[in-house]
């Protein structure tokens, strides 16, 4: 893969949300901040994302796979060896009561919530790539899910 590329991997995945496969509308709809336990929750989905990152990009693979929003574990990607670290900026972090991923018939169970976040695209410790934009997360039964970014174009 190519740098060019995987600059292109970066705006797709972050510009759809962190969400490539299964974007929803641009501008984020509905407001408040999300209850303090939620909150946390989503904080603690970071931590972990990051977590993972940092041992490798089949750890982060795993980890993808097993947040994964369960309405939506059929538009899942493998992002190969490239391995993100995202840092949210959780001051940003409110609920997002109209969006659904692009395409779906419906929105995600649970609490939808969008927050700005920085982006960094990492292959071997070399930076690839940075990006600020907007991630949805989603809070189901007390755990967080995401939405898997996938390579495009």
């Known amino acids: 893969m190519t740098v060019r590329r995987v600059v292109v991997v970066a705006l797709a995945a972050l510009s759809a949300g ?67 670290t995202i840092e949210p900026a959780l001051s940003t972090l409110r609920a997002d009561t109209k969006w659904k991923p692009e395409k779906a018939t419906s929105r995600p169970r649970g609490s939808v919530y969008v927050v700005g976040v920085s982006v960094r695209i990492r292959r071997d410790n070399a930076t690839l790539a940075e990006q600020i934009a907007s991630q949805r997360v989603v809070v189901l039964d007390g755990r967080a899910y995401g939405f898997a970014p996938c390579p495009t174009g």
């Open 18 to 84: 962190c969400a490539a496969t299964v974007p929803g509308r641009a501008l984020p709809v509905g407001g408040g901040s999300a209850p303090s336990q939620e909150r946390e929750i989503v904080s603690q989905y970071f931590t972990d994302f990051n977590e993972a990152a940092a041992e490798g990009a089949g750890t982060q693979r795993d980890f993808l796979r097993r947040t994964q929003h369960p309405d939506f574990t059929d538009r899942t990607c493998e992002l190969g060896d490239l391995v993100l």
